[in-house]
């Protein structure tokens, strides 16, 4: 009976601890969060263009020359924005495309604020539409990455002239893709300090989120030297500091959790396979898609007798969940699957020159 009670002293104790620590988190995020968000959209911009949508500012990068073939890069759920293509627009420009990044709203250098639906996939698929119709652009390959393949799977089935071709970079695809360490963020969302705190440690200016992102691009497990654009991790931190970005982050939370692409009836791809995971389901999409993931994506298992260090659990975390079967998912999707040797999450950082000629190979009609 005694060693009982120590057990359930022991056990509360533990509960009041964690509590404690939850709540000197909660309240730790919150306070530096106000504090780090104190610049304007403008801030440390060196390039770009904003463009006016429904009277808000949306910014966006722009390569080549306005009759070239056009190429559109949407980011993933990343607070760095179009910066994260800053070394394929250059290169694909030379070679003789027409390349337009995007800021995805309330991320990079676009306006914050608004209702959750806005930040939805296809709120976000709905801006994407409406600057390529002010840029005059159609008939574009349209490049996603991560929570970006979402938006532009949207785009490809609500607004298909603006779509030639797909190029879905390790996409979530309604989820199916996603990671666990996305997962525990949206969880922290569904409370509000919580999740203003969460979304400043994990997704933007926290300690956690910068090195997660650095150690995802960077990753020992390659065997290959990353090199980024000048200054990269600076120009990726700037737009952490605009005022409204932890707003933006939590509206882009409760968007998810109301929809997502398995949310609604879509009518399969013709030629798509049948699957037994009933949550992926394709839209009616003309348009080829080549899913592109690096190959670290698919041999994510690492053998070793080292515990990982905090920053390494959380990386592994960030990979898809262990459920993912990579060929699976493009074959729900009806898409032709392309592995980028040496690259993990993010190849068109960690292997610049091969994807930029694959992906310039697929806008000129290749396969």
């Known amino acids: 009976m005694k060693f009982l009670r120590f057990m359930g002293n022991v056990t509360l104790a533990i509960i009041i601890l964690l509590v404690i620590v939850l709540i000197a988190l909660t309240v730790s995020g919150v306070a530096l969060a106000r504090v780090w968000e104190n610049q304007g959209l403008d801030y440390g911009a060196s390039e770009g263009h904003w463009m006016w949508i429904d009277g808000e500012p949306i910014h966006y990068l722009e390569w080549g020359a306005e009759n070239d073939a056009p190429i559109v ?3 993933d759920l990343d607070v760095a924005g179009s910066v994260t293509w800053l070394a394929n627009g250059r290169d694909l420009s030379r070679r003789g495309h027409r390349v337009v990044a995007i800021d995805l709203r309330g991320l ?9 639906e806005l930040y939805s996939v296809e709120g976000q698929a709905l801006l ?3 600057v390529l ?5 159609r008939n574009a390959t349209v490049v996603g990455h991560g929570w970006g393949g979402d938006i532009a799977l949207r785009l490809a089935q609500e607004q298909p002239q603006f779509v030639s071709r797909l190029v879905l970079i390790a996409p979530y695809a309604g989820g199916e893709g996603d990671s666990h360490y996305m997962r525990l963020w949206r969880a922290a969302c569904r409370w509000p300090y919580t999740g203003r705190a969460a979304s400043w440690f994990m997704l933007s200016g926290g300690p956690i989120g910068r090195h997660v992102r650095r150690q995802a691009i960077i990753d020992r497990n390659l065997d290959v030297r990353v090199t980024l654009p000048e200054d ?3 120009m990726a931190v700037r737009p952490t500091h605009i005022i409204g970005t932890i707003d933006s982050l939590v509206a882009i939370a409760a968007a998810w959790e109301n929809q997502d692409l398995g949310q609604r009836p879509m009518v399969p791809r013709r030629d798509a396979p049948r699957i037994s995971a009933p949550r992926i389901s394709a839209p009616r999409i003309s348009a080829p898609i080549t899913m592109v993931v690096g190959e670290g994506m698919i041999h994510e298992t690492v053998v070793t007798d080292e515990e990982p260090s905090p920053i390494e659990f959380a990386v592994m975390m960030l990979r898809p969940a262990p459920t993912e079967d990579v060929q699976g998912l ?4 009806g898409a032709e699957l392309v592995v980028i040797p040496r690259a993990g999450r993010y ?3 960690q292997q610049p020159a091969a994807f930029n000629r694959l992906l310039s190979d697929l806008a000129r009609g290749g396969s």
């Open 133 to 137: 119709n002010q840029l005059r652009i």
């Open 108 to 116: 990079g250098r676009s306006a914050r604020g608004g209702s959750p």
């Open 347 to 349: 190849p068109q950082l």
């Open 128 to 130: 994407v539409a409406q």
């Open 232 to 234: 990269y991790w600076s």
């Open 73 to 75: 890069l949407i980011h």
């Open 330 to 333: 493009a074959n729900a999707l």
